[in-house]
């Protein structure tokens, strides 16, 4: 059971690039349903809802990161959820970030991405990229 999903979330995934390649920034989007959702930051983040949105999402933040990695340690399904354990990598500032997190994603029935939620220490990022803490919870982030 979720062996279907969880090849569509392992495919997402690898949009996001290899820690050597940009992302597929339409293919990313287009995994989304037309009302698709990403939670940013959870708890308290941002929601970014629909294509249009999350392709705007995905440009700010390759205003300020590069070369992303998505790497999976665990995966779980079901019929209609995945959820991830993962040790991402990005470039900040010329110096790579490891970023632990969780996500949890929803599937509809034709595979796309209803709901993407993603669960992780904003201290964390702000220990390793000088950021502000208090920025990282909302989309100033960009500026930090």
């Keep these: ?7 569509i979330v392992r495919e997402f995934l690898s949009a996001w690039g290899d820690g050597e390649r940009a992302p597929d920034i339409e293919k990313i989007a287009s ?35 590069s070369f992303p990695h998505c790497g999976t340690i665990h995966m ?38 209803t709901a993407w939620r993603e669960y992780f220490d904003t201290s964390d990022l702000s220990r390793q990229t000088g950021a502000d803490p208090a920025r990282l919870s909302g989309l100033e982030v960009a500026q930090a």
């Design 76 to 113: 779980v399904s079901n019929d209609r959820m995945v959820a991830t354990e993962r040790l991402d990598l990005f470039i900040r500032n010329g110096k790579t970030v490891q970023h632990a997190l969780m996500a949890m994603f929803e599937l509809d029935g034709d595979g796309l991405i």
């Design 1 to 7: 059971m979720g062996q279907k999903q969880e090849a």
């Design 31 to 65: 995994m989304f349903a037309p009302d698709g959702q990403w939670a940013l930051y959870i708890p308290g983040g941002p929601v970014i809802v629909g294509r249009d949105a999350i392709r705007a999402e995905i440009h700010r933040q390759l205003g300020y990161v």
